[in-house]
Each structure stands twice: as structure tokens, then as C-alpha cells.
């Protein structure tokens, strides 16, 4: 027995239009006409790439049955393609695309930022993450993908890199450096996050935190020497215990929502009424402040869990108690159900305590942690987060607030333990705070806040001016030797930043703000003659130009560049630092995209391609390229439009007369003639 193979319905069949009916026949014409296959071709490639999906969903019999209904002209013109396809398709986009790259970085009017990173794939595959932040030529913040420096021809642009603390990239800096010609160390800066993270953790855990990691994280089965371990830790690993034993039990999760949906089902409020239980959130090695979310949310289920515990005993004794009321012969009575494994009240306090202080690590996480774009966020303010100039003062902040706690420990529960992790805390926060001073990176940026500049070190570094003259000859320094003498280029016009909203605050937003100053006592030298200044005067001529707004300014970049003619080499320094990212955490995102499309299934996949697809993500992502047009442009139409390229706009215009003529005439005929244009494929265009 055979089956037929199913024709694709015609756009009149589809639509059922009379074929012989003059209007009808011009709407046929018109729907065939309008698809364009190479459209629907590079919509494909971009929702793959874009989305990581695999190269084989394009061939799902179901995907092309959804498209064909939609529109018949996808089978009648052959517009289906195969996986083989998009993977040769996506090798040339990024082979056609690379020039483009190159040319962008190549106009780029100010240094060029580096931060990588490596990482491993369950695949077992080993990819480095590098991303470049640089000023497009409209003077916007932006985050490109390089793969090796040489490539792209910016060797001589290179300016700071973003690593995190591990220690062999003590020795990549070394190295590149070295082949770079500048001193690794000073242009390396640390990534902010990775050192609250490691704060955290102290105050978390103690002493020797890499070390009690490593016996914990990577095993299936929570085993009696971990849950001894974890349990020497104080609350927090209690409150391990008991949230890795309900995730890991499906009876256990289950009690716990049956006793919310109780509670909700029975509130009078409407509000509680719209809740849905939660689940506990596990912590784990690599999300920072993840120990945060896992308090934070079995603060907010204490309640239930409190009812949790006594009704799991209940079902627990009774299927493992005798009628004489002892437990069966050799059965161990689970952890969660023992005493000296229950969180108690004063566990909870601690608890409590502790999710206090981490706030304000994640507000320092959230503040730092972005693509220094100024972007309009919640609550309507237009601003930026991930911006250099503000680590030092989130140190000072941190720093402040741990030492505040410090100083009424004998009133904080658990007064011993908390003493001992609030000191740890501090020491390691201290520890990277002091690093910061081994390159010029971060005084400069602050210092270059027309908010903050020196005002901000001679009130906050008074008790250290040893500080403040370290900190002056870094900055000076940097002045004299890059750019005090400087060659200028030809200053082009740049469009007016748009008008800031009010700033919403987080307590670490609110004390920065707190740390701005307005003008001081000394006046001002705009009357002064720039361009008969010579160059080291601009440095110290900007230090007394206050300005009564600028103390409000939101965007420092903005500000230098409206001020890049009366200060021309002052504010490249300026862009060329505040453009600095103060964590790597655009490589995390790198590999958090990876491993969505390098899972189990796809382990096949080959490393090149992998890497292909994720840098095209990224050049795409971040609006260097638009479209994946270059895949499907015909030598015809790039020949075109290179003419068009060449022509003068009389030209174009007299060109676009005489195509949009031509078009009219050719309209005319069609309608003139009756002809019914049939979707087959052997007389499609």
C-alpha cells in the first residue's frame, strides 16, 4: 500500500479565490509577489542563532507543516532549508561579518577595554570568554566580542583589562603584557563581583572557604560526613540541610505546598487569596549571594515550615513505629526529624541577622554588576549600572556597615560566631580594597567625577594622606605619560544628552549619592584661555572649574564629551577610563548562553561552531550587525548597491525616478494583459 504524497494547496486554493475573476487574480498576484523567501530565510537563521535552538529544529515535519499553513508560498517557492544549510550559513555570516567588526573597532575614537574568563562545558569542551567595551563613534557605551586581539587589528588600542582573582591571570597579564608592551599588573583590574562574592562567604562560612567548598559541592547524595561538616557551620549550614533534603524529596516539597495552599485557601485577603506556594531556592558554588535567596526565601516560609517538620514526624512514626512504640529494627530516623538538626528560634535570629548584612552586598552586586549603558529603569529614572567610579565608594560602604555591626556585636545573637565571620568579612573585603591601589584605574575614574573628584578622597581618605598622594601620582601620572602631549584629532559634533529623570535608590545608590559635592570655595577658571593653556594646565585648570550642576551629574561620560572642546585631551583620559567595566560579568553571560545550546543533546556539536554561533549571538545581541542580510544577497544586488553607494544623491534620486517609472509601466501591462500569475514553483521569480 502506497500514500500518496499531499500536494501544497495553491495561494487561490488556499484563499479560494476565483481564478477567473480579474480582482481576485490581482490578490493572488499580489500575496505571491509580497513573499519574499529570502526574508523568511533570514528570519529562520536569526531565531536559531538568536535563541540557540538546534540546527535540526528547522527540518521538524511539524515546524514546516505550521509554516506552510500560514503561508503556502514557503513549499511552493522551496523556502524550507536544512540543518546543513543554516550551518553552512552561519560560518559565512561570520566569516562576511568579521571586516565589519574590525572596521567598527578600528573607528573607535578611545581605548579599548578586554575582560575574559574561562569555562568548561559538561561536553567537556574548553572555550575563553573575551569581550571588548569600547565608545562607538556616537559616543555610546558598548560591548562587542573578540576572539584574538591581532584579528581584529587593535593591538595599538588595547587599554585595561577585567579579570576575576584567579591566580593564573596573575600570569596571563604577565604574558600579554609583555607582548603588548605595558606592565600586565598595572592594567589589570579585579572584578568586583568575584571579591564581594568571596566577603560573602567569609562572613558565610569562615576561615578556609575554597577549601570547605570543595568537600561539599559536586556530590549526588548529602552523605553523614557533609551534613557534619555543613552542620559545624552554624545556622546557615543547618538551614542547608533541612532546604537540600526537601528539594531532593517529592513527598517533602509536596507536604510543603499542601500546607500554603491551606493557609492561602483560608486567608480573607484577597491579595494572600492570589498567592501561589513557593518552594525552597537551593544554594550553590557559582551564584553569587545564592545563599542570600536561600535565606531570604526560608525566612518568608518559616511558618510553614515550622508545620512542615511535626507533620512529616507524624507520618514518619507512623509507618516506622511498632505498636509498642519504638522504632522498626533498622531504620535511622532522617535527619530533618532530629533534634539537634531543628533550626531554632535563636537559629532563626541569626539567620535573620544575616540576610540584613547580605543586602547590602547585593545591593553592591546590583549596583556594580551592568553594561554602564545609561538605560530608563523601573520607577522612570534614566541611569546606569556597572559604572567604574563607584567601587571605591562601594568599599567605603561595605567597609562602614560591616564595621557598624562590629561595634554592637555584643547585642547581635550568636555573638561569638558573628563576631568571628563579621571580622573574616571585613579582612577580605579590606584585602582586595587594598589591590585597588596597584593600578591607577579606579582613583582615576573617581577622580574624574566632575561630582566626586579630589573633594571626594580629601574628605573620605582624611585619616590617610599617604592614600590621597598615592592616589594623586597614579592619576598625574597616567596625565603626563598618555596623554598630557597628545596629538589632537579633528572634533566632531555630538548630539545633547538627554535630560536625566530622578534617581530611585537602593541604600548603597542613596550613599553614593550622599558622597557628591557641589562647588568649593576656590572659584572657577573659565575665564582662563584654553588654547593658550599648555597641556598640563588643562589637568589643573578642570580640578577648579566647578559648575553649579555638577554636582547632579548622572552621566559623566555625557559631561566630557560636551566638554571635550574646552578640555580636548582631559576628556579622553576621562572617556577613556569611565568606560572601564568594574566586573567580568559579560563573560558570565557569554557562557551562560553556551550552555544553553552545548546540553546533552547537542553534545555532538562541534567547538568551532559553538564558538561561530555564540560570537554572531553577540555581535548581533549587541547591534554591530542588524541582520544576517549578507547571507542571502544575490551578486547582483551587492553590485547594485555598491553603484548606489557611489552615486551622489542627484544621482539617486534621478536612479529612484526611473525604477519607481519602470515599476508603474510594468503594473500597467500586468493589468492591461489579465494574466494570473500561479504559485508553481517553475514560474516563480
Given amino acids: 500500500m502506497t500514500r500518496e504524497l499531499s500536494r501544497s494547496p495553491s495561494i487561490p486554493d488556499y484563499f479560494g479565490l476565483n481564478t477567473y475573476n480579474p480582482r481576485e487574480q490581482a490578490l493572488a498576484n499580489t500575496l505571491i509577489n509580497n513573499f519574499d523567501k529570502k526574508q523568511f530565510r533570514r528570519l529562520l537563521i536569526d531565531w536559531i542563532v538568536e535563541r540557540n535552538h538546534p540546527f535540526t529544529i528547522i527540518e521538524e515535519e511539524k515546524l514546516r507543516v505550521i509554516f506552510e499553513y500560514l503561508n503556502p508560498c514557503v513549499k511552493n517557492q522551496d523556502a524550507h532549508i536544512s540543518a546543513s544549510t543554516v550551518r553552512t550559513l552561519i560560518i559565512n555570516a561570520f566569516h562576511e561579518h568579521k571586516q565589519q567588526i574590525v572596521e567598527v573597532l578600528s573607528r573607535s575614537p578611545g581605548l579599548i577595554h578586554i575582560a575574559f574568563d574561562g569555562w568548561r562545558s559538561d561536553g567537556r569542551h574548553s572555550f575563553c570568554g573575551i569581550c571588548c567595551f569600547f565608545r562607538d563613534e556616537e559616543n555610546q557605551l558598548s560591548a562587542k566580542i573578540l576572539d584574538v586581539i591581532d584579528t581584529y587589528g587593535i593591538r595599538e588600542k588595547i587599554g585595561y583589562f577585567t579579570l576575576d582573582n584567579a591566580k593564573n591571570n596573575d600570569t596571563a597579564m604577565e604574558v600579554i603584557g609583555g607582548k603588548l608592551g605595558f606592565n600586565g599588573a598595572y592594567r589589570r583590574g579585579r572584578c568586583v563581583g568575584h571579591t564581594l562574592n568571596l566577603s560573602a562567604k567569609a562572613l558565610l562560612f569562615g576561615h578556609d572557604i575554597e577549601a570547605f567548598e570543595a568537600c561539599i559541592y559536586g556530590e549526588e547524595a548529602l552523605t553523614t560526613a557533609e551534613h557534619e561538616l555543613w552542620h559545624k557551620k552554624g545556622p546557615v549550614g543547618k538551614l542547608h540541610n533541612l532546604v537540600v533534603i526537601i528539594h531532593r524529596s517529592d513527598k517533602l516539597t509536596n507536604m510543603l505546598r499542601a500546607i500554603q495552599a491551606d493557609q492561602i485557601a483560608a486567608s480573607s485577603n484577597p491579595r494572600i487569596r492570589a498567592q501561589k506556594p513557593l518552594d525552597v531556592k537551593l544554594d550553590n558554588a557559582t551564584r553569587w549571594l545564592s545563599h542570600l535567596y536561600m535565606i531570604r526565601r526560608a525566612l518568608a516560609l518559616r511558618p510553614f515550615l515550622d508545620m512542615l517538620i511535626p507533620r512529616y514526624r507524624h507520618e514518619w512514626e507512623m509507618e516506622n513505629y511498632t505498636r509498642g512504640g519504638r522504632v522498626r529494627r533498622g531504620v535511622a ?36 554588576e551592568g553594561d554602564g549603558i545609561p538605560t530608563l529603569r523601573k520607577r522612570g529614572w534614566l541611569g546606569s549600572y556597572g559604572n567604574i567610579w563607584d567601587v571605591i565608594p562601594s568599599f567605603e560602604f561595605l567597609l562602614d556597615r560591616l564595621e557598624r555591626f562590629k561595634a554592637r556585636v555584643e547585642d547581635l545573637p550568636d555573638s561569638r560566631y558573628m563576631a568571628a565571620n563579621l571580622n573574616l568579612a571585613w579582612l577580605k573585603l579590606n584585602e582586595y580594597y587594598t589591590k585597588l591601589q596597584e593600578t591607577p584605574i579606579y582613583v582615576t575614574a573617581l577622580a574624574l567625577h566632575p561630582a566626586y573628584r579630589w573633594r571626594w578622597f580629601e574628605r573620605n581618605w582624611a585619616n590617610h594622606p599617604e592614600w590621597i598622594q598615592h592616589a594623586r601620582d597614579q592619576v598625574e601620572g597616567v596625565w603626563l605619560e598618555g596623554y598630557a602631549h597628545m596629538e589632537l584629532l579633528p572634533r566632531t559634533e555630538h548630539a545633547r544628552p538627554a535630560k536625566r529623570a530622578k534617581r530611585y535608590c537602593n541604600e548603597l545608590q542613596r550613599y553614593l549619592e550622599q558622597s557628591r559635592y557641589g562647588p568649593n570655595t576656590m572659584g572657577s577658571d573659565d575665564s582662563t584661555d584654553v588654547q593658550a593653556r599648555d597641556a598640563l594646565g588643562e589637568y589643573s585648570a578642570w580640578y577648579m572649574d566647578f559648575e553649579p550642576g555638577d554636582r547632579g551629574v548622572q552621566d559623566p561620560i555625557a559631561y566630557w564629551i560636551r566638554r571635550s572642546a574646552k578640555y580636548p585631551r582631559l576628556s579622553k583620559m576621562a572617556l577613556d577610563f569611565l568606560t572601564i567595566q568594574p ?103
Fill in 333 to 368: 530516623m532522617p535527619y530533618i526529624l532530629q533534634a539537634e538538626n531543628q533550626l531554632t528560634d535563636h537559629d532563626w535570629e541569626v539567620l535573620k541577622l544575616t540576610a540584613d548584612i547580605l543586602k547590602y552586598y547585593e545591593d553592591a552586586v546590583k549596583t556594580l
Fill in 583 to 685: 566586573m567580568s560579568a559579560e563573560c558570565e553571560r557569554l557562557f551562560s548562553a553556551a550552555g544553553r545550546m552545548v546540553n546533552e543533546l547537542r553534545s555532538g556539536l562541534d567547538v568551532m561552531l559553538i564558538e561561530t554561533c555564540q560570537t554572531l549571538r553577540s555581535w548581533h545581541r549587541a547591534g554591530v550587525i542588524n541582520t544576517f542580510d549578507v547571507l542571502f544577497t544575490s551578486p547582483d544586488e551587492a553590485r547594485d548597491m555598491a553603484k548606489l553607494q557611489a552615486m551622489t544623491d542627484e544621482e539617486i534620486r534621478e536612479w529612484a525616478t526611473n525604477w519607481i517609472n519602470a515599476i508603474s509601466e510594468d503594473e500597467m501591462l500586468d493589468d492591461e494583459e489579465g494574466s494570473l500569475f500561479v504559485a508553481e514553483e517553475g514560474n516563480l521569480p
